[in-house]
């Protein structure tokens, strides 16, 4: 059942991910399926958790897509984003990504370091937090 490759079509490793990145492809295996949110303009969100081989992250899917995805599906994204969201990292599809399931069960995967588990810091904060430190140290 997996789809071939495009030609010149490269995945884009989970480990590799970094706050706002687009337009990767990536394939992950479906870990964990949460209780869907929904907002308060009443859209619906699908939250997994997802792996592939070198880590995994929190994934939502907005819109009818996520209610056919589940544990065990090897999912294909093209045109995702790295988001962060409260200060976490989160895969998501871009508003013109496309999501495709290509297999199930069959997928070597890493559960840890969930990269969605780290606090990302923007530049302004990082250097914030430096000049903070070296206050304390003088």
């Known amino acids: 059942m997996f789809a071939p490759l495009k030609p010149g079509q490269q995945f884009v490793p989970i480990?590799?991910?970094r706050p706002s990145m687009r337009g990767f492809d990536c394939e992950v295996i479906?870990?964990?399926t949460a209780v869907p949110t929904t907002t308060r303009d009443g859209q619906m969100i699908y939250n997994f958790?997802?792996?592939?081989?070198?880590?995994?992250?929190?994934?939502?899917?907005?819109?009818?897509?996520?209610?056919?995805?589940?544990?065990?599906?090897?999912i294909r994204i093209e045109g995702a984003e790295?988001?962060?969201?409260k200060g976490f990292l989160q895969l998501t599809t871009a508003r013109f990504g496309?999501?495709?399931?290509?297999?199930?069960?069959?997928?070597?995967?890493?559960?840890?370091?969930?990269i969605s588990e780290l606090q990302w810091v923007t530049e302004q904060e990082s250097k914030a937090m430096k000049a903070e430190l070296q206050d304390v140290q003088h």
């Open 30 to 32: 479906v870990l964990e």
């Open 82 to 85: 790295a988001k962060l969201f």
């Open 98 to 114: 496309k999501l495709r399931r290509v297999g199930e069960d069959t997928m070597e995967f890493k559960e840890h370091p969930n």
């Open 15 to 17: 480990a590799k991910f």
């Open 49 to 74: 958790l997802v792996a592939d081989k070198s880590a995994s992250i929190l994934m939502n899917v907005w819109g009818d897509d996520g209610r056919y995805i589940r544990n065990g599906d090897i």
